[in-house]
């Protein structure tokens, strides 16, 4: 075990081969983030990787930490660990090697929490949707388990969009959200209905969006004037539908240039 390594897997959920969350404590506790934002795991390139993986890409150099940054999953009102929503990539240098942990096992996480992908810049008047693919969805769920309020007059609305069914990994806990609470929507849609026993939602993220699909499933219409839209995952979703919002009158919040934007977006490649 190496004395580089800062942290211990606690707790490993998997939904499906390939596809688990990781709850990781740090040694450094308590850890202090906001919702939204992301930090830093590590292995040592001498960590075996998964059995099924491929080998290791060119370029890993020896007694080298392998480093990748992760969205939080988990509350920023918990202090005592972090939650991260992983996808294995064979090819990759990194997911091989997480997925090849078990409880127990050590890593090392970053001591600092960064990024600006955060609910700081939306008034306590104005709405959120929330548009997420593939583990996209991860900081989504860090900002809806610390603030939303059932009590307040915020409407929340979160979509999350996946090839198939069984990688909807909060589907259970969303839809109790949204079977409970009229401010909260969610609105889950895969894009490979084939031999799966899904019925709901089908088609690309952009494609419902622009078709009004999701509209008249919430009950209301994308308003410049009084919501904050997040999009995080996949870069083809998030330029189009970037572009579609901008047609609606939304602009990209940059904190400087302009304060009063409400696109935000969070790129995972």
């Not at 450094?28 to 934002?37: K, M, N, R, T, Y």
């Not at 996480?109 to 548009?131: H, N, S, W, Y």
């Not at 899904?198 to 419902?208: A, C, D, E, H, S």
Request: aromatic share 12%.
């Amino acid at each position: 075990m190496s004395d580089k390594y800062n942290a211990t897997v606690t707790e490993v959920t998997t939904f499906v081969e390939g596809l688990a969350i990781y709850r990781v404590e740090p040694d450094h506790v308590p850890v202090s983030f906001e919702a939204g934002q992301y930090t830093t795991l590590g292995l040592l390139p001498e960590a075996p990787r998964v059995a099924g993986s491929d080998p290791d890409p060119p370029g890993i150099k020896p007694g080298k930490m392998i480093k990748r940054a992760y969205s939080i999953g988990s509350s920023c009102k918990v202090t005592d660990h972090f939650d991260f929503y992983l996808v294995l990539v064979s090819e990759g240098a990194l997911t091989p090697r997480l997925f090849a942990l078990g409880v127990g096992d050590r890593l090392w996480v970053a001591k600092k929490c960064v990024g600006t992908f955060t609910l700081e810049p939306v008034r306590e008047d104005q709405d959120v949707v929330l548009i997420g693919t593939g583990t996209g969805v991860a900081p989504y769920m860090s900002m809806i388990r610390a603030y939303f309020d059932p009590a307040a007059p915020r409407k929340w609305a979160i979509v999350h969009g996946t090839r198939k069914s069984f990688d909807l990994s909060y589907h259970d806990e969303l839809t109790a959200l949204a079977s409970k609470h009229d401010n909260f929507f969610y609105y889950p849609a895969i894009t490979r209905p084939d031999d799966d026993p899904w019925k709901g939602p089908v088609g690309r993220l952009n494609k419902l969006l622009e078709e009004g699909t999701f509209e008249t499933a919430w009950g209301h219409e994308f308003d410049a004037a009084s919501q904050h839209v997040y999009l995080c995952g996949n870069p083809g979703m998030i330029d189009g539908a970037e572009k579609w919002l901008q047609d609606k009158g939304f602009s990209e919040y940059q904190k400087k240039k302009n304060p009063d934007g409400n696109i935000h977006f969070e790129k995972y490649w």
